[in-house]
T-cell receptor, first 112, second 113 residues
Framework: GENVEQHPSTLSVQEGDSAVIKCTYS??????FPWYKQELGKRPQLIID?????GEKKDQRIAVTLNKTAKHFSLHITETQPEDSAVYFC???????????FGQGTILTVHP | DAGVIQSPRHEVTEMGQEVTLRCKPI?????LFWYRQTMMRGLELLIY????????DSGMPEDRFSAKMPNASFSTLKIQPSEPRDSAVYFC???????????FGPGTRLTVT
């Protein structure tokens, strides 16, 4: 099955800096790569996703890049704010229709 | 829509007892997912349904776990008998299609003593 590795496990930045989280996946058939944000005690919520026919997608301060050849994708957050502090999860679809495999998560802390 | 609804929000039970978690997906969503979240293992998919039919239950840890979806608006996850290592937050999620946003419920925090 699909295996997703996520790095780093923790990331600390100053407000206004950029943050980058990276994920690698094992199944070359994966075609959908979402990113979820989970605030403390809350449910995961989708913040951005990308499909395998696109190399990059941007939504305001967040962007995701995908390198299918290398089987890795990254989340970029610019001009970070304290409210960006949360756990971020990447995921990949694998070959099972509808099934997502999640990375282990990255705890992002943005210091004011 | 109220979003995905889960009950109970918190459950504390003793080892050996039966536990039933409930989920109401968003109306019109054809896919329903059950996840378990722990610090050690992260977010794990247990089972998912398409049009009320179980598609993949390979994540169900063992025979003590079972899930049903008797209709499009209701699903249950049952643990019998429960063990302390089952303590976790259990999320239900639903989606319109196989590829696309999954909407998570608020979760059920299960503690087995």
């Amino acid at each position: 099955g699909e295996n997703v590795e996520q790095h780093p496990s923790t990331l600390s930045v100053q407000e206004g800096d950029s943050a980058v989280i990276k994920c690698t996946y094992s199944d070359s058939a994966s075609n959908y790569f979402p990113w979820y944000k989970q605030e403390l005690g809350k449910r995961p919520q989708l913040i951005i996703d990308i499909r395998s026919n696109v190399g990059e997608k941007k939504d305001q301060r967040i962007a995701v890049t995908l390198n299918k050849t290398a089987k890795h994708f990254s989340l970029h957050i610019t001009e970070t704010q304290p409210e960006d502090s949360a756990v971020y999860f990447c995921a990949a679809s694998g070959t099972s229709y509808g099934k997502l495999t999640f990375g282990q998560g990255t705890i992002l802390t943005v210091h004011p | 829509d109220a979003g995905v609804i889960q009950s109970p929000r918190h459950e504390v039970t003793e080892m050996g007892q039966e536990v039933t978690l409930r989920c109401k997906p968003i109306s019109g969503h054809d896919y329903l997912f059950w996840y378990r979240q722990t610090m050690m293992r992260g977010l794990e998919l247990l089972i998912y349904f398409n049009n009320n039919v179980p598609i993949d239950d390979s994540g169900m840890p063992e025979d003590r776990f079972s899930a049903k979806m008797p209709n499009a608006s209701f699903s249950t996850l049952k643990i019998q008998p429960s063990e302390p290592r089952d303590s976790a937050v259990y999320f239900c999620a639903s989606s319109l299609s196989s590829i696309g946003e999954q909407y998570f419920g608020p979760g059920t925090r299960l503690t087995v003593t």
